[in-house]
């Protein structure tokens, strides 16, 4: 067995946004390793098509609704008997000028990137207290640590997800419980077309996996200590 599959085998996870892009990288990484996986996601479809891909629990549902988040963990737990690690990776960008951002608009990028993410990571903290153990991983972006034109919306939301990973990781941390927070920078998903722009190929931009690769040696450190922190940028995508 390798060190990557002592580490990961039998764990039980639950990656939020797992039916496409990073999320969905990540369930298949961790999948490849021995681990239980569950995903969720909005479009059933879509989700059930990952599912049968990755061979994981599909768990539809909405993170901006308080009973699906709760529900996405409750599954994972009634399944496989508890939580160990929480991809919390659903999210989307909206990039308008500060004077064309509405506040619908701004409510419905926090619900899902701030709100959504503190639903699911408190309910699946509930659990990892009570066990005394797990691993939380917020996927935020560098456009949580600077912001730029357009970044009202979506980097505000950003930053919050990052001052509240700093907050859980002071509490849960005396639990055993490690919170831990990724940057990635720009990666190769539906990302931008769904924000409604487009995205220029590259064949040296970062893609999926290598935020899971990254993503999975955090969770591979030893429980004894963590990686707070990290941001994955293409090396040269120019
Ligand atoms: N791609 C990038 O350049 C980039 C860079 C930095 C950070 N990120 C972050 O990485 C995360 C994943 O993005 P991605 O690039 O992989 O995008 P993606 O390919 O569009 O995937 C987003 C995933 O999140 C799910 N999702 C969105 N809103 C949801 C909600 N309210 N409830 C449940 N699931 C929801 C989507 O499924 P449904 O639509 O079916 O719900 C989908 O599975 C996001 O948090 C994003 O902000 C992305």
Excluded at 16 to 28: E, F, H, M, R
Excluded at 34 to 54: H, P
Excluded at 88 to 114: I, K, Q, Y
Excluded at 124 to 130: L, Q, Y
């Amino acid at each position: 067995m390798s060190e990557y599959e002592s580490a990961l085998s039998g764990k039980r996870v639950l990656v939020t946004g797992g039916s496409s892009g990073i999320g969905l990288a990540v369930a298949q990484k961790l999948k490849g390793y021995g681990a239980t996986v569950a995903i969720s996601g909005r479009d059933q479809a879509a989700l059930d098509a990952a599912a049968q891909e990755v061979g994981a629990i599909a768990v539809q549902g909405d993170v901006g609704v308080e009973a699906d988040a709760n529900r996405m963990v409750e599954s994972l737990v009634n399944e496989a008997g508890g939580i160990d690690i929480l991809i919390n990776n659903a999210g989307f960008g909206r990039f308008d000028m500060l004077l064309e951002t509405s506040a619908e608009d701004m409510e419905s990028v926090w619900r899902t990137n701030v709100l959504g993410a503190f639903m699911v990571g408190k309910a699946a903290a509930a659990h990892m207290v009570k066990q005394q153990a797990g691993t939380i991983v917020n996927v935020a972006s560098t456009a949580g640590l600077k912001g730029f034109a357009r970044g009202t919306a979506y980097a505000s939301s950003k930053f919050a997800l990052r001052g509240m990973t700093e907050c859980w990781r002071d509490e849960l941390r005396r639990h055993d419980v490690r919170v831990v927070l990724c940057n990635p920078s720009e990666v190769i998903t539906d990302f931008s077309r769904r924000a409604g722009g487009s995205q220029q190929p590259h064949p040296k931009k970062l893609i999926p996996a290598d935020i899971a690769d990254a993503i999975t040696g955090a969770l591979v450190t030893d429980p004894r200590g963590f990686v707070p922190e990290f941001s994955v940028f293409a090396t040269n995508p120019f």
